[in-house]
């Protein structure tokens, strides 16, 4: 049956029966399958299957096809949806052959086969119970994954099950929430004693939070909505990318992040806007015209070390010296970490730190592009670069700022004349109190929590895992790897 034609080489053929009419159907090396009647005349392997099961003497493929307005729209940007193809060799030793052939097409690919899941009944819109039945579990039975699904029952449970998970059973971790529970994995894992071994695990996430920034940054990146069915494909298909991690310190409580860290205007609009939160969305709209109409400025210091080309910004200095743990708050204790990852091994003092001294609107510092699906923080921010996007405002005037922020949701901020932005390799921020109250402090935001809460700041009566204080950052280049869209 092997053969080749003006198609190209052709590792199988046959004339087969699809809803009673025959037609030839050709499985080419180049992983199509093709045949000549009908508006979509081939299927992809690689993009559009994602796996088959013999149906009696049927074979049914699981397909995933876009549609556009009810119709399908082969090669445009579309919904994605479930579609099943059958067709009945026409032979049983044809039928034999056709699954022995696509199997070993799809075993080709590298495709994961066993995933555990974990999926978060309470952050967000509390829809990821919904968003697993009903669109991942169905797309990943498809694809015949064996699945090990984990729901999370409270705040830290998802770091707490990979520290002790023998990854050496699974191809991959997904998360169905927001940002939250990817960070959780990623803290877990950084902190096991096989922390090297365990950060290559492959991890997946599916957008069913309200922030949602990395599944937005990573579907974007090749223009594909942010949509769940885009997302699951995505982890199906295998294919892999590095991504830096930031390990943000003071003293010997770290935490690695994989998002951004905020501090001033940005950090309060998020965390504080939490007491609106009945107002669903519209909350962080509603909450960021009050606080510009009651602006807050912060004093303290910003130190980090440029990236090449962006050596003009601020002022030379020599490095601010060591971060320690403050005992001026009651933080939440958190033991001397002599195991797991301790960060990338740099010589920070011998490193070139240039300052920028307050007082401060925002300080905003991302890792990817999208801080949540309407929030593109950094446009100019990659996956594995080796270095964070750092975004200054200082000095601006209410209404101009009005006009920044209104630009956020398209990076277009990043243009202003009030706002500076940089890339940096290392990073120091010294926070300070608020210059129109100095007995009050504010609040340092990391991958959507809260790391410090400063005296005086909302909800400053709970712990958190670090003081209001000096903390620094430094990059792992690509050290995490996730499942991305190409």
Same mark, same amino acid.
């Given at each position: 049956?092997?053969?080749?034609?003006?198609? &190209?080489?052709?590792?199988?053929?046959?004339?087969?029966?699809?809803?009673?009419?025959?037609? =030839?159907?050709?499985?080419?090396?180049? &992983?199509?399958?093709?045949? =000549?009647?009908?508006?979509?005349?081939?299927?992809?392997?690689?993009?559009?299957? %994602? &796996?088959?099961?013999?149906?009696? #003497?049927?074979?049914?493929?699981?397909?995933?096809?876009?549609?556009?307005?009810?119709?399908?729209?082969?090669?445009?940007?579309?919904?994605?949806?479930?579609?099943?193809?059958?067709?009945? =060799?026409?032979?049983?030793?044809?039928?034999?052959?056709?699954?022995?052939?696509?199997?070993?097409?799809?075993?080709?690919? &590298?495709?994961?086969?066993?995933?555990?899941?974990?999926?978060? =009944?309470?952050?967000?819109?509390?829809?990821?119970?919904? %968003?697993?039945?009903?669109?991942?579990? #169905?797309?990943?039975?498809?694809?015949?994954?064996?699945?090990?699904?984990?729901?999370?029952?409270?705040?830290?449970?998802?770091?707490?099950?990979?520290?002790?998970?023998?990854?050496?059973?699974?191809?991959?971790?997904?998360?169905?929430?927001?940002?939250?529970?990817?960070?959780?994995?990623?803290?877990?894992?950084?902190?096991?004693?096989?922390w090297d071994t365990a950060i290559k695990m492959p991890l997946g996430v599916v957008p069913a939070g309200t922030g949602n920034g990395m599944a937005k940054s990573l579907l974007d990146s090749v223009g594909d909505p942010c949509a769940v069915a885009n997302a699951v494909l995505a982890i199906i298909r295998g294919h892999k990318r590095s991504l830096d991690v930031a390990t943000i310190m003071q003293g010997e409580t770290r935490f690695f992040s994989i998002l951004m860290l905020a501090w001033g205007l940005m950090a309060d609009i998020d965390i504080e806007s939490e007491k609106y939160r009945w107002m669903g969305s519209a909350r962080i709209d509603f909450y960021a015209l009050i606080r510009i109409f009651h602006l807050r400025h912060y004093t303290g210091c910003v130190y980090f070390v440029p990236a090449p080309g962006f050596e003009a910004y601020g002022e030379s200095t020599s490095y601010p010296g060591k971060v320690n743990n403050s005992d001026s708050i009651d933080v939440e204790p958190v033991k001397s970490q002599t195991l797991g990852c301790q960060g990338p091994e740099i010589n920070v003092e011998k490193l070139n730190w240039r300052v920028v001294n307050g007082p401060f609107i925002s300080v905003w510092l991302h890792n990817v592009p999208w801080g949540a699906e309407n929030t593109m923080a950094a446009p100019d921010a990659k996956f594995s670069d080796g270095y964070l996007d750092l975004i200054i405002v200082k000095n601006c005037p209410k209404l101009p700022l009005l006009s920044v922020l209104s630009e956020v949701n398209n990076g277009g901020h990043v243009k202003s004349p009030y706002v500076m932005y940089l890339k940096v390799k290392a990073f120091i921020l010294e926070p300070g109190p608020r210059l129109e109250d100095q007995e009050k402090e504010g609040i340092i935001d990391a991958d959507g929590e809260v790391l410090a809460r400063g005296k005086g700041s909302y909800q400053c009566e709970q712990k958190a895992l670090m003081a209001y204080d000096k903390l620094q950052i430094t990059v792992d280049q690509g050290l995490a790897t996730i499942f991305t869209p190409i």
């Open positions: 049956m092997d053969r080749s034609d003006e198609r &190209g080489p052709t590792i199988i053929s046959d004339r087969v029966a699809v809803n009673g009419t025959v037609t =030839p159907l050709a499985l080419l090396s180049d &992983g199509r399958l093709w045949w =000549p009647e009908g508006s979509q005349r081939s299927l992809t392997i690689e993009k559009e299957v %994602i &796996g088959f099961v013999a149906d009696g #003497p049927n074979i049914r493929l699981k397909t995933v096809v876009e549609t556009r307005d009810g119709c399908c729209a082969c090669g445009s940007r579309g919904r994605l949806v479930r579609n099943d193809v059958v067709f009945r =060799p026409s032979s049983e030793e044809s039928h034999r052959l056709w699954c022995q052939k696509l199997r070993e097409i799809i075993d080709s690919l &590298g495709r994961p086969k066993r995933l555990f899941v974990f999926f978060n =009944p309470f952050g967000g819109r509390k829809a990821a119970t919904n %968003i697993f039945r009903d669109q991942v579990k #169905p797309l990943l039975e498809d694809a015949q994954l064996q699945l090990t699904v984990q729901e999370t029952e409270h705040q830290l449970h998802a770091k707490q099950v990979v520290q002790s998970l023998d990854i050496s059973k699974y191809d991959g971790i997904v998360c169905v929430s927001g940002d939250g529970i990817l960070v959780e994995v990623v803290n877990g894992l950084l902190q096991r004693d096989d």
